[in-house]
């Protein structure tokens, strides 16, 4: 199983990337939330990988957080109707921690929001994965210190929360604040978040 992939970023795009090692191009397909992420082409980037194969193919898919790889893994493996390209869609709309605290609190109407994602599939996704998110602070890993666990009470949550009020739909709205948040790094505040998100 291929884990990770290091190398140079050849190219980038709203789903895909092609990495370069030792001549080779590789395809790897990203969601939205890592394609924000990414570095400036020509320069070096990591990612945390899964692959699928298939009869026909072998797809790769790239996270740059290990916890959303395995987040896309859970989806895959565990629920019923979900396949590689539907969870990457749904990772493309939500930040994990948005995704795992609607997870969490079965907030079917915010999942079924996602492209693809009808209330039996959002209603699907909390049975069986409800018990398998864990607690917000252990889930979060590496994505908590870079835009903070989207639950109530949290500076990432109560951004989105904000900006969910003054009609922004709940999928836009995290995906101003995940941008403001990697503009101002760890130490933005709610207000700036805000502030950003909104200019």
């Known amino acids: 199983m291929i ?3 290091q190398g140079i970023l050849a190219e980038s795009g709203l789903v895909r990337a092609v990495i370069e ?5 590789y395809e790897v397909n990203v969601p939205v939330t890592t394609a924000e992420r990414l570095p400036a082409v020509g320069t070096e980037v990591k990612l945390h ?5 298939r009869e026909d193919a072998q797809t790769l898919y790239g996270f740059s957080t290990a ?8 989806m895959i493996e565990n629920v019923t109707g979900i396949g ?9 709309r939500l930040s994990l921690a948005l995704l795992q605290g609607a997870i969490r609190s ?5 999942l079924s929001k996602c492209p693809g994602i009808g209330k039996k599939t959002a209603e699907r996704l909390v049975i069986e994965l409800k018990s398998r998110v864990g607690a917000p602070a252990g889930a979060m890993g590496a994505l908590a210190a870079a835009e903070g666990p989207a639950t109530p009470g949290s500076i990432h949550g109560d951004a989105v929360a904000a900006l969910v009020a003054l009609g922004y739909k709940v999928g836009d709205a995290d995906e101003a ?8 790094g760890p130490a933005a505040t709610t207000e700036s978040l805000i502030k950003k998100a909104l200019a």
């Open 106 to 110: 079965g907030d079917i109407a915010m």
């Open 67 to 74: 916890e959303d790889r395995d987040f896309f893994r859970l």
């Open 177 to 184: 604040v995940r941008r403001a948040s990697l503009t101002l």
């Open 84 to 92: 590689p390209k539907m969870a990457l869609s749904i990772m493309s």
């Open 21 to 25: 090692i030792g001549g080779f191009g």
């Open 3 to 5: 884990t990770s992939i």
């Open 49 to 53: 990988t899964f692959v699928v194969y």
